[in-house]
């Protein structure tokens, strides 16, 4: 709806039907009241925060929306860099700017959707992850057709601009027996590209020429990704599972590489080899999981996202937990105990060996996604929480709807500087599911479940404004 009319228009409206007016000119004043209380930065510049949809690109040193709004109808539940500025998304959305998009969509540097790139996906996209040559994306989920390939699960789709088959799946078709809930990148010990699934499949990568079940994978398997390879869409040898069942509440949630490749982190709410741990790091090259982490970091609830700094030396988890890893604390009447950490939501690791650092935001609801600036300083959260209440009760609460920019450095348990975050509030009015950033970090694509988010400066509010 536009918020400006001309004065003949508005004449004319108060003529036609006088109660209609009174009646515009009180949600006019209402939405302002809603959203003037809003907590944001005071600036003159602000006017009111965009109708978005479902996602949207902000600025990530200011928080402002960056046009255009492209107004994603439904759902937005992943996000990823395509490694030249703009961003792969997926979901449960069928449309994006107006044109059918079903579940899954490229959006361009320039903000812009792209016309060619369509997949079509008949079923929720719920992970979205990009190779490292930026030629191949790879899609899992709940769907059996895509890129106009019947897939079941987990697809590779063609990202090259220049290929007849820009969209299409690729011959790469590991058949999921179920859900893929997340996929990451990474490399084998033999040095060919693997991709790393999630979720709750107990077969995936199954050689057809093989008896049913030569490859069972239950819930975690990677497979080889080099179309040279005979073994293109296949499992690997790589099985952390082995003969033990992986199961629990929730099982696998979220999955994360290091750098280097050689470490695999996979948290969520389950078992491997034995143990109820819930956050795992996993050789690369072995599948053993390192027992320097087990059972340290031992969440007491579920782990959703994990992200890695760009130096390979923090692990940042978020979910939904109280306590996460142990420490050796004094008491008077017992002497020296183990004791849990207590970190609300969100935490960080030591990657050398599975400990807990002083960096503390402490959410006050589910944490969803985590990304890490290219740089390492900041790190971007979101989820379903309104606040971030500091590592201590003597520590401000500072306001923070569904996502936040937090200063990465870590200290002891201080109000300054660990877990403190910066100004930027873009305020989404839902709870936000994804987050990607582009190569440099100036942008932040947030996606999730929302209608408006970020600020725009009147020059930039042209009424390019789309909601769902």
């Known amino acids: 709806m536009r918020l400006f009319r001309s004065q003949s228009c508005i004449f004319d409206l108060f ?7 009174l009646i515009q000119i009180a949600l006019v004043a209402i939405m302002s009241i809603c959203f003037i209380t809003m907590p944001r930065e005071a600036s003159a510049d602000y006017l009111f925060p965009p109708i978005t949809g479902c996602g949207a690109s902000i600025d990530a040193s200011n928080g402002r929306t960056l046009s255009p709004y492209l107004g994603v109808n439904n759902t937005i539940s992943c996000s990823a860099s395509d490694g030249a500025g703009g961003f792969y998304i997926g979901g449960f959305f069928t449309q994006v700017n107006g044109v059918t998009r079903n579940r899954i969509a490229h959006i361009l540097p320039n903000g812009s959707l792209d016309a060619a790139w ?7 996209v719920s992970t979205i992850a990009v190779s490292r040559d930026r030629k191949t994306v790879y899609a899992g989920g709940d769907f059996g057709f895509i890129g106009t390939q019947g897939r079941s699960y987990i697809a590779a789709l063609n990202a090259d601009p220049s290929s007849i088959n820009y969209g299409k799946a690729t011959a790469w078709n590991p058949r999921a027996s179920h859900y893929v809930k997340a996929l990451a990148v990474g490399v084998s010990p033999n040095g060919t590209p693997v991709v790393y699934a999630i979720g709750e499949f ?3 990568g199954e050689d057809p020429n093989l008896v049913p079940g030569t490859y069972n994978r239950n819930c975690i398997a990677a497979l080889n990704a080099d179309p040279s390879s005979i073994n293109y869409g296949r499992a690997t040898a790589w099985n952390p599972s082995g003969s033990w069942p992986v ?7 979220a999955i994360a590489v290091s750098p280097d490749g050689l470490t695999v982190y996979i948290g969520g709410a389950f078992t491997l080899g034995g143990t109820q741990h819930g956050l795992f790091a996993i050789s690369a090259q072995t599948g053993v999981v390192l027992p320097i982490w087990s059972p340290s970091p031992n969440p007491n609830g579920i782990i959703y996202a994990i992200a890695v700094s760009p130096d390979g030396n923090t692990v940042y988890v978020g979910g939904d937990f109280t306590e996460i890893g142990w420490q050796r604390v004094y008491l008077k009447d017992n002497g020296y105990v183990e004791h849990p950490y207590y970190r609300k939501n969100i935490a960080a690791i030591r990657a050398v060996d599975g400990q807990i650092t002083g960096w503390n935001p402490r959410a006050n609801d589910t944490v969803k996604t985590i990304s890490v600036s290219p740089d390492g300083r900041t790190v971007y959260a979101g989820g379903e929480f309104t606040k971030l209440e500091g590592p201590l009760t003597t520590c401000p609460v500072v306001t923070r709807n569904k996502v936040a920019a937090i200063d990465s450095a870590a ?3 201080i109000c300054n500087p660990t877990g403190i975050p910066t100004s930027w509030d873009p305020n989404p009015n839902g709870d936000v599911y994804a987050l990607a950033l582009n190569p440099g970090g100036s942008i932040v694509y947030v996606g999730g479940y929302f209608t408006i988010i970020g600020s725009v400066i009147p020059s930039a509010n042209t009424g390019n404004q789309i909601g769902h």
Request: hydrophobic share 15%; glycine share 12%.
């Open 15 to 21: 003529r036609r039907n006088i109660s209609r007016l």
């Open 247 to 253: 199961h629990g509440y929730t099982g696998p949630q």
């Open 118 to 124: 369509n997949p079509n996906a008949d079923g929720e």
């Open 411 to 413: 200290s002891e348990p």
């Open 202 to 204: 107990r077969t995936i």
